[in-house]
């Protein structure tokens, strides 16, 4: 087997030039993202969900301050199946109060709409991080979904 991240090893005198992205932080509103990533996952269960199987996302935002990736997990339980309903509906996969089989296979590369806000965390180092929440997700509409938006297709 060969790992193709094997060109990607730095000699100790090589020269650096990638900075890395600069973290931007969304204003408050309503965004479009692109699903750039889904795994699947299992949530290990706390005191109000038990252990259930977990859909991790990674929506990309295209905003005027820059692109943003914003973490978003989705429980697969019972008493959090509105979140992932809208989620659906935010792709256009699913109408509302029309029953789903859910299809994972046309997640990542589509396109959705939600509400984003920014939210402060206190990091293991004990400092406060800013960070791009997800506050709600929009029902798909074609509308808000210019013809050059990068990365993905319309789901209709």
Known sequence: MTNNNQNLAMG????????????????????NFVVSKFERGRYAGGP????????????????????????????LYRTMEWKVSSFFRSLGLKKSGEPLVMDW????????????????????????????????FIDFDPEFFPEDMPDAELPF
């Open 12 to 31: 100790w005198n090589d020269t650096i030039t990638e900075d890395g992205a600069k973290f931007v932080v969304l204003p408050e509103g309503d965004y």
């Open 48 to 75: 109000k969900i038990p252990a259930c199987n977990m859909a991790k996302l990674v929506l990309k935002v295209d905003s005027d301050e820059g692109n943003a990736n914003v973490n978003v997990n989705l429980l």
């Open 105 to 136: 296979s046309k997640v990542e590369g589509a396109k959705g709409r939600g509400h984003f806000k920014p939210d402060t965390y206190t990091g293991n180092d004990g400092r406060v991080h800013d960070k791009n929440e997800l506050d709600y």
